[in-house]
């Protein structure tokens, strides 16, 4: 006990494994995790090669994160999966590597939407506490939506939604 209490080592693959049976049936084939500290990413994605994708993990900024907000961070990550399966892995490469080098736009483009697909499968208020942590650890990225973004696309869909029944 003692020292160990505050220590909590998250299972990483069950994680991603419940969220995936429960949110993401379509993406199939392996999903590795990778465990660094090296990545200046709380967390990464990457379609390594058709059949295996990679996640990422930076357990040294995420080492503050809930359950709960790890969860929603994986979903994060396997939006970008679902991106990357909507226009194949040959253009998966090529937006990945505009992404890295000169493609700011599209770098906002695909994290705003991996931020609002997260939303639209049920884990707004994982990604808005998410959010609102890296925004505390002012880490906060002009590419990324912010919590107060994340909250107002949750109430413009919920309304549109409402609205939607009520016709
Ligand atoms: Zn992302």
Same mark, same amino acid.
């Given at each position: #006990?003692?020292? #160990?209490?505050?220590?909590?080592?998250?299972?990483?693959?069950?994680?991603? &494994?419940?969220?995936? !049976? !429960?949110?993401?049936?379509?993406? !199939?084939?392996?999903? +590795?995790?990778?465990?660094? $500290?090296?990545?200046?990413? &709380?967390?990464?994605?990457? &379609?390594?090669?058709?059949?295996?994708?990679?996640?990422?993990?930076?357990?040294?900024?995420?080492?503050?994160?809930?359950?709960?907000?790890?969860?929603?961070?994986?979903?994060?990550?396997?939006?970008?999966?679902?991106?990357? $399966?909507?226009?194949?892995?040959?253009?998966? &490469?090529? !937006? +990945?590597?505009?992404?890295?080098?000169?493609?700011?736009? +599209?770098?906002?483009?695909? *994290?705003? *939407?991996?931020?609002?697909?997260?939303?639209?499968?049920?884990?707004?208020?994982?990604?808005?506490?998410?959010?609102?942590?890296? *925004?505390?650890?002012? *880490?906060?990225?002009?590419?990324? +939506?912010?919590?107060?973004?994340?909250?107002?696309?949750?109430?413009?869909?919920?309304?549109?939604?409402?609205?939607?029944?009520?016709?």
């Amino acid at each position: #006990m003692g020292l #160990m209490t505050n220590c909590v080592i998250h299972d990483y693959k069950k994680i991603v &494994w419940e969220i995936r !049976k !429960k949110s993401f049936p379509e993406i !199939k084939g392996k999903i +590795l995790i990778i465990e660094t $500290k090296r990545l200046p990413f &709380w967390a990464f994605f990457i &379609w390594f090669v058709p059949g295996i994708r990679i996640i990422f993990i930076n357990y040294e900024k995420t080492k503050g994160l809930s359950k709960f907000e790890l969860k929603a961070l994986f979903v994060h990550e396997l939006c970008h999966a679902i991106q990357g $399966k909507r226009i194949g892995y040959f253009l998966f &490469w090529i !937006k +990945l590597i505009s992404y890295l080098t000169f493609g700011k736009r +599209l770098r906002a483009e695909i *994290e705003n *939407e991996a931020d609002n697909m997260a939303v639209d499968r049920g884990y707004f208020k994982g990604i808005y506490s998410v959010t609102q942590k890296i *925004e505390d650890a002012r *880490e906060y990225s002009k590419y990324y +939506l912010t919590a107060k973004q994340i909250r107002e696309y949750y109430y413009f869909q919920k309304d549109k939604n409402t609205f939607a029944i009520a016709q």
